[in-house]
């Protein structure tokens, strides 16, 4: 992340599991770090893949939750995709 400041060109990639066909997106743009809102993110994303009644996963939330977060936030100049 302290590279971004010299220059903030990124780019991300998600793609299927191999075994699955093969399919996938890239986003490329300007990166900045945004300190405001990267622990409600945590928590919405938390409550979206995790099973919080279960006290392993509510814990690690509430040690998330006390560490200095940030958003890298990439914002698209180029997109995209490939489905097979």
Partial sequence: MRRLGDD??????VAAPMGERERWVSVSGRAALEPDGAHELAARLAERYWDLDDPAHSGELAGIQTMDLVRLVIRP????????
């Avoid at 903030?8 to 990639?13: E, G, K, L, T």
């Avoid at 100049?77 to 097979?84: G, K, P, T, V």
């Fill in 8 to 13: 903030p060109r990124a780019s991300i990639i």
């Fill in 77 to 84: 100049e180029q997109a995209s995709r490939y489905l097979m």
